[in-house]
């Protein structure tokens, strides 16, 4: 499956983003799902993932009640809602897809497929 995210930018702190991942193939809806970040010079963090079906989802503790994931397996696309967004959000947000079932694996060891990331700048 080939990945591309879309949807980023710049936006004040308090605004909203919605990022987009567009997959190619016909096994989407065989995969989980899941977003990272990459800010300058950390490490990449996992943000949420949503199992097959997008009902069960897991967020990191950080955007926990202001980012909601889904997907629309139809669409073959996973979203990424981002609400009351803060400075410390920005990064490189990046859309992931995993051949397991494991949607609770917050490492991207667990993720076989990569988008090419799209930039996130949250101004104060």
């Known amino acids: 499956v080939q990945l591309q995210a879309s949807g980023g930018g710049l936006v004040q702190t308090g605004g909203s983003l919605r990022l987009s991942c567009a997959a190619s193939?016909?096994?989407?809806?065989?995969?989980?799902m899941g977003w990272f970040r990459q800010a300058p010079g950390k490490e990449r963090e996992f943000v949420s993932a949503?199992?097959?079906?997008?009902?069960?989802?897991n967020y990191s503790d950080s955007v926990q009640g202001r980012f909601t994931i889904s997907r629309d397996n139809a669409k073959n696309t996973v979203y990424l809602q981002m609400n009351s967004l803060k400075p410390e959000d920005t990064a490189v947000y990046f859309c992931?897809?995993?051949?397991?079932?494991?949607?609770?694996?917050?490492?991207?060891?667990?993720?076989?497929?990569w988008g090419q990331g799209t930039q996130v700048t949250v101004s104060s």
């Open positions: 949503l199992n097959r079906s997008g009902v069960r989802k």
């Open positions: 992931a897809a995993s051949p397991t079932t494991n949607f609770y694996n917050r490492s991207p060891t667990g993720y076989s497929h």
């Open positions: 193939g016909r096994t989407f809806s065989t995969y989980v």
